[in-house]
């Protein structure tokens, strides 16, 4: 294993240095992930470009007219114990504690979380629910894309060559969203065997469904929305017999797949329960 | 006894400021930037069973660094093994598992290693292999492993190679006691379950780590992670190179956790270090841990129990099939030694058959408990499952079958330093047996309680010597060979002689680990330091004791009998008020050093004269072990039916340790164990895929974390003291047995909570999840609320 470390100071530079070495480089946030990929031979750069030294890039902020910011190197404990996260989206918070253990948190970034693209990855199905965009920069400039578009299989992105995430961006308008987000895993240092994320806004009648999303991690290449089941909750009144009949749908929609942690079968079973579980809780009726 | 001073007081660990200051030194510290040294990596099998064709091994000799690239050409023609003459150090002409070793590469640097092992070439022609032991022990199974079996060479137990059924069992152990059939003809209830343990690992935190260093004299030294610088390594390497026990010389530091792996990264290192004549260091990873530190040996136990309606045990038959893996190693040990555990109650009718199977997965061996947690999993499940068809208290049943101090055992030992039933008693209060549980049930979680009582014998058959020299300054240096492996017995050995000399346990300074300057000990294994070097070590300073008063005696005028010699100081007998100090027999200004005799140096050794090895056909002795450590474990646990899983809410463990030495360092050993004791039960199990590990690191095998076991106040570990006769201050080892009832234990309670058993380990969300289903399908419920 020979490679070069370069550690830019903005973010023209970092672009400069992918477009330069192309293919041969790779980008680091905090290492969790990447580090154990090399050490285990599975990638091989030529080149690790570390964006850890740009500075501005951890921020977290929120106004009411573009909704909360999170810079991507922004760590998972700095999410984790956010006082504004905590408030305004507590679904990122409970995640974010659910993300492995503090030493982890404390290097982990919500970028590398994201770019990694891992199915399981813990960030990812409550930011979905909250319809959070992902702000991309490239040679062409910023652009913006919605987070659930943003994962085209395990361990791949719709990133472009050259292109770095800079950023996540959650509406303001989901802030009043109820999320939560449960993970199915023997303890947070584990990964998922199964995530779900449910959000659920009501009408002002205070029963019926207005908007829901239901995201599920670790059952498909990427993390999915399962929207049959969404639908079949849209405009309901969200008691337990919905409940019961959305986790059932979107058991059927999930497409895991069987390896060390679960089987297929397990899998598919723990997303009806943690589907009935999550969606409860959204809705107020467990806690 | 008189009061004791030192002994039974929760003396500081002697280790304590070097590892909390990280000043310890450990294996792979070992040789850090020495000029010369090599890095030596292993080229592994990359298939379960293959003819090796070719090894061209051309461009790896030209990687700039190599030294040396060695294949199965190189090495002794004669193949070694532990109880089996099973193995080439390096494969000749087939290989076995994945991960079998193909050859070795000494570098000057580790990259330079690298980047060889990957430029040899080896063509295979790939054999079909066998996984199931069931189906390998066949005695028409098509894949035979080992073709030359019957020639092998014996080291131990030759008799365990007599009456094999099939081609591929190396190892058949018998006990006999009565007559099953006839006490299964007098029960009233018969009960009979099939069990099966999974492959573990030892997951000691620190990786095995080696470096082997020829001498200008001929002498290799070999400085490894090991457990016994005497058997573990001189012994081993002299055997397996042919070389004189002078020749080499074991050595180690402290280790990061032992449990019963046996690595041997320090055969690669020799290999390479006698080829090269360098000093040559091996470092393992975890990934080659996981294939490489003989996991332990799972096993398939088919178990009958026939009994009277009043709970009396009067038959037992026990059929065990053991998965050692492609090579013997130390699996028939553990195989016989597994059988000891089944003492602990009266048992008229007794028939024990265990059978060690090759099959073409990594090689298991020895793992806390010594083969006897696997045979608990199944006997004290059955204990409940007995109970309850009885409408038994499961306690009760327990105790009524228990054997008495003094009873002669199914093996035909007399039973002694029995506190099994004090530890049964103990565990039941704590927890609350027949109690409501600590929180209620609900709709999907439902909470129970179980215990399961088991033990670990310590084998007999070892020999400890001490050597003790006590100084003018009035410390005392105390000699031994038995390595600390983190469990502490440095200090609970200078405890021993502190409490044997009188003097404060600061004085006493314990020198271990290298074969050159320490005296002969079998090795931190069996729970037998304590008992065997602790009674070495009491022997040595009474043996120096005597030397004082004798070197006393014209120097006070008195005989040595009339004199007695304590905490430094030489006492009359018949005047304790007037007394010397032992620092005035010394030669002024030397700190050992005596006018006419030298030092002041003692001497002692501790072995079983009496002890047998069992017949060959019954399995039948007189004294088979050296003593018994019983250990009873409850738990409240709940279970979540809806996902399967398993959360330890309590747990109680009570251990019978003869006498505590250091109660802090038992309790340790207790916690210890029941962390991986619950590892054990739910989470641990290593995933193989045609014989490759699919789980090999520390993110995919499930050893349990802090999260999972259960915090201070629903922990409690009680220590209880049936001394034994022949214990250093009636002490018995205790390490091993500490996780031999958790599984069982914890299948007890989830049955209690549920009304699932199960009979395969570990007892995983899914698995428990699955039969949860099964059992409502059977009630004809349909799929359980969500
Ligand atoms: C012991 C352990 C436990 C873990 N447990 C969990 C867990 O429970 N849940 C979970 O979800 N994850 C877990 N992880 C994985 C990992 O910690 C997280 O995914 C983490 O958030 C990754 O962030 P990072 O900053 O370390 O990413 P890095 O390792 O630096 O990068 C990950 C990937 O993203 C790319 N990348 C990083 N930043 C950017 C960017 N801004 N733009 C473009 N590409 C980028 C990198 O090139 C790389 O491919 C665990 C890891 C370890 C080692």
Redesign the interface.
Known sequence: MHFKYLTPNTIPQAMALLARHKTRATVMAGGTDLVVKMRSRAIDPAYVVDLSNIPGLDFIDFNPRDGLNIGALASIRALETSTLVGKQYPVLQSAAHQLASPAIRNMATLGGNLCNASPSADMAPGLIALAAKARIAGPEGETFMPLEEFFSGPGKTALKAGQVLVGIQVPASQASMQAVYLKHARSSIELAVVGVAAGVILDSDGRSCKDVRIVLGAVAPTPMRARKAEAALLGKKLDDKAIVEAAEIAAGEARPISDVRASADYRTEMVRVFTGRALRVAAGIAS | MSELSVVGKNVIRLDALEKVTGTALYAADEALGEPGMLHGKVLWSPHAHARIISIDISRAKKVPGVEAVLTGKDVPEARVGSCVDDQHMLAREKVRFVGDAVAVVAARTLEAAEEALALIKVKYEVLPAVFDAEEAMRPDCPVVLHPGLSGYKRNMYPYLGNDLPGPNVHTHHKVRRGNVEEGFRQADLIVENRFSTARISHCQLEPASSVARPNVDGTLVISTSTKSVYTGVQAEVCRFFGLPPSKVRGVTHYIGGNFGSAPRAHIFAALAAIRTGRPVKVVFSREECFFRDLNRLPMVIYLKDGVKKDGTLVARQIKLICNCGAYAQITPLVIRNGSFGSSQYRIPNFRWDAYGVYTNEPPSGAFRGFGNAQPFWAMEQHMDIIAEKLRMDPVELRQKNLIAEGEENLRGEKTHSMGAAECLDKVAQWIGWGRPTSQPSSNTVKVAKGFALANKYTQVDTIASALVRFNKDGFVDVFHGSDEIGQGSQTVLAQIAAEELGVPVEKIKVIWGDSARVPYDHGAISSRTTMFVGNAIRAACQDVKRLICATASPVMGAAPEDLEARGGQIYFRSNPSKSMPVSDLFLPGRATCLPHDAELLGQGTFFYKGYSDGDPETGQGTRLTASYCYTAHAVEVAVDT??G?VKVLRFCSATDVGRAINPKLCEAQSEGGIAQGIGSAL?EEM?LDRGRV??CNF??Y?MP?M??LPGNHDLKCFLVEANHREGPFGAKGMGEGAMTPSAPAIANAIYNATGVRLMDLPMS??RL?RALKAQNKEAGHKSGP?
């Open positions: 809806e996902t899983e989470y995933l699919l789980n993110h995919d499930g974390r999260t999972e969300p899914e999840l969500l």
